[in-house]
C-alpha cells in the first residue's frame, strides 16, 4: 500500500484541492486509502487509481455540500 500511496497521492491530493479547501482535501484523501483498504483488501493487482480518484472527488464534493448546508442553516442557540 506504500507503493500505491506514493504514486497516487499528489494526483488525488490535486484533485481534492479544486474542490475543496486543503485540509478537507487531505481528509478526503485519507478515506479514499481508507475505503480502498476496506472493499479492495490487499490485493491490488488491478489499477487503483481511477478508484481512488473517483473516491476522493466524490467525497469532497459530500464534503462542499455539507459546508454550504452549514452556512445556509447556521445552528439556533435557544435561551431559555
Request: glycine residues 2%.
Amino acid at each position: 500500500i506504500e507503493e500505491v500511496v506514493a504514486e497516487t497521492r499528489p494526483r488525488l491530493l490535486s484533485a481534492a484541492r479544486r474542490i475543496v479547501s486543503a485540509h478537507d482535501a487531505e481528509d478526503a484523501v485519507q478515506t479514499a486509502y481508507l475505503s480502498l483498504l476496506r472493499h479492495r483488501g490487499h490485493a491490488l493487482g488491478a489499477p487503483v487509481l481511477p478508484w481512488l480518484l473517483t473516491t476522493v472527488v466524490r467525497t469532497a464534493y459530500r464534503r462542499k455540500a455539507a459546508l454550504r448546508r452549514e452556512r445556509a442553516n447556521p445552528p439556533r442557540h435557544f435561551v431559555a
